[in-house]
């Protein structure tokens, strides 16, 4: 009785003088005041970036947050996102990895979770000269078309069934199957959905995996996000023993470049959970600004229907924001050296995506939008967005372009 009051009263003492020191030490920014063990824990609300853009407007653009006993340095405004991220990069590259990323990266032998370091500048090497060179997106884009244009099919086919008419549709279920088929595509070389859009035994299985990870990232947003990627591992193991797997991604030099064996490569791991939800849910969040602005909707298929060979390059002059980690006021992609590898993949598939679906579909909607957040690994839309496409082209115009790759 008497060691558990001692020890009550002494955790909080240690951690308040701890607190003291790094004040002390390095003058850190200001910010919500802190409890001792779980530091603002109990503070952050669920949408942590809503939740410290309130707290920028009590403290100032660069607070202080203490997830547990870790300090949380978070800034607000692009003049700070240019410090961080472009001139103390190199210092600040390095991500904070839990004692669970830490099991499950291996220790940082992966991508994600690697410090900066000779093993990193490989990976990413790799990732800028092969996995995602122009060359070789270009080489994946049949691939690309192939599942949009079986989206555009399967919506089709969905929304003129006589008993579906004027129907809602839940527009997650297509963009999830294209972000799906793609990356198992990359990955492993192979489709788990059949041309009816039902998926296999083995495609349920990877689905789950992957979903889980993703769930239990989302309780500790990034901490986690690998917890899903050991159980793609060994579930491909068991099931996919004689795919080529990685060597999809990465040809044998590269393997040996990497300096992994193929299947206890992590890098494939993280481009499936990287690769995955990223991209369709940036186009549903397109897709609802769109659904509740239909004038912009109308001016995009404008656009769409007048197609890319106009040479009217002043289009570029008219909004001219890059999105790739060179204009700080937009970071999508994050920048600096940890700036996503997949970002040309992911804005290439959106936007084709989002074309697809504007050239083929007026959309509305019959009920309120509720563009509220939901927090995740990747913000998911809080009411996924449910609406009503009408075909506006020629039936014929619906079929899916098949390729096997
Ligand atoms: C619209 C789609 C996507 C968005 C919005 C997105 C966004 C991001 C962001 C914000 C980061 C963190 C950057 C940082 O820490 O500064 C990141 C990292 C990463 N992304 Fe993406 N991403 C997308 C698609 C993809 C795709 C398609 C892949 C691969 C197939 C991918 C692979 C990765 C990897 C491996 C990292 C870790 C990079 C590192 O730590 O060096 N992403 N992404």
Known sequence: MALSLLLLLFVPFIFLLHLLYYRLRFRLPPGP?????????????????????EWAQSYGPII?????????????NSELAKEVL???????????????????????QDLIWADYGPHYVKVRKVCTLELFSPKRLEALRPIR????????E???NDCTAPDNLGKSLLVKKYLGAVAFNNITRLAFGKRFVNSEGIIDKQGQEFKAIVANGLKLGASLLWPSISHGCVGCSRWTKRHLPNMEHVEILMDVDTLSIVGHQVFSSPLDEDMITAGMDTTAI??????????KNPRVQKKAQDELDRNPSEFRPERFLEEDVDMKGHDYRLLPF???????????????????????????FDWVSTQEIDMGENPGLVTYMRTPLEAVPTPRLPANLYRRMAVDM
């Open 33 to 53: 005041r802190p409890w001792p063990v779980v530091g603002n824990l109990y503070d952050i609300k669920p949408v942590r970036f809503r939740c410290f853009a």
């Open 86 to 108: 472009k001139e103390k990069d190199q210092q600040l590259a390095d991500r904070h990895r839990s004692r669970s990323a830490a099991k499950f990266s291996r220790d940082g």
């Open 334 to 360: 994050g920048a600096g050296r940890r700036v996503c590898p997949g970002a040309q993949l992911g804005i290439s598939l959106a936007t084709s995506m989002i074309g697809h679906l504007l050239h083929h």
């Open 145 to 152: 078309e192939d599942e949009v244009t079986a989206m555009v």
């Open 154 to 156: 399967s919506i089709y």
């Open 282 to 291: 940036s186009v549903e969040w397109a897709m609802a600004e769109l659904i």
């Open 64 to 76: 202080s947050v203490w997830f547990g006993s870790t300090l949380n340095v978070v800034v607000s």
